[in-house]
C-alpha cells in the first residue's frame, strides 16, 4: 500500500533465504556491528537495485526496476529483517514503519497456510541472544513445543527486540494491522504524511479497492484484495479457547501493552 507512488519501488523481502538475496542462507539474521562487514556491500547494492538476488519471480521485478527512469525511492518491506531493522536505519538512514499484529491473528495467518518457524534456530546467533533475548533463553529453547507455543514463541522473540527499538528510536512509526484494517484510508493518509509520500487519488483509489474486497477469508495465500476491516476478527474463527490461553500466556505483558484485554475476547 505504500509502493503505489510512482517513485516508490518495492523491494520484496531481501532477507527471505528462500528467494530473496543469495548472501542470506538462514531465517531472521541479526545484523549488528560485529558481523556488518559481511553484509552491507549487499544491502547497499540492493538499495541501488543491484542486489544479487536468487532466480525468483520476486527477483524479475525487483531487476526490472533498474531500468526505470525516473528517481527511485526502495521501499523494503520484510518481517524476516526485523532484528536487523536498527542497524539497517542507522546505516542506511532508513526510515521505519514497525507493523504490530495481534499474536491470535498472527497464529491465526501462519496455521491457515501451515507455515513453521522453529525459535530455537535464534539460539544460534550469540550476538542476537546475548543483545536480546537472553531472557528468554530457556522459552526458546524448550523442547517438543506444540504449534501455539511454537508461534507465540516467535511472536514473543520478534516483537520484544521491535518494542527495545521503538523506546529508543522516537522517530520510528508504529502502526497496528488491526486500526490499519479498520481505517484504510485514514491510517495510510498518515503513514504517507509522515514518510512524505503524496497521498493522490491514484493511491486513494488503490487502497479503497484492494481493502473493499467481498471476502474477508483468502482463497490463496497471497489474496491481496480483501474485505480489511472484516479480516480483524476473522482469527476467531481459527483459533480455539485453548490455543488462544497458550498464545496469550506466552506473549503476557508485551502483548496487553498493545493489545489490550478487551482485544483477546471472542465474541
Known sequence: MLSWPLEVKYLSEPFNPQYGLKIFK?????????????????????LKFKGDYRLT????????????????????KDPIA???SDWLAKKFNMQVVVLFRHPAAFYASLKRVNWHFDPAKLLKQNNLMADHL?????????????????????WLCIYSVLDKYLAKNSQ??????EDLSLNPLGEFRDLYDKLSLKFSKRVEKKIIKYSSGKSSEPTKVMDLKRNSSAVVKQWFNHVDQEEL???????????LKY???KEWLKK
Open 26 to 46: 538462514s531465517w531472521f539474521v541479526y545484523i549488528n556491528n560485529d558481523n556488518e562487514k559481511d553484509y552491507i556491500a549487499d544491502i547497499a547494492k540492493l
Open 57 to 76: 519471480l520476486p527477483a524479475l521485478k525487483y531487476w526490472s526496476n533498474r531500468f526505470y527512469p525516473l528517481t527511485k525511492r526502495p521501499l523494503l
Open 82 to 84: 526485523g532484528f536487523s
Open 134 to 154: 537472553e531472557p528468554l533463553r530457556d522459552l526458546i529453547a524448550k523442547a517438543n513445543k506444540s504449534y501455539a507455543e511454537e508461534v507465540a514463541t516467535a
Open 172 to 177: 520510528w512509526i508504529m502502526k497496528r494491522h
Open 245 to 255: 490461553n497458550t498464545i496469550k500466556n506466552i506473549t503476557g505483558d508485551l502483548a
Open 259 to 261: 493489545y489490550p484485554e
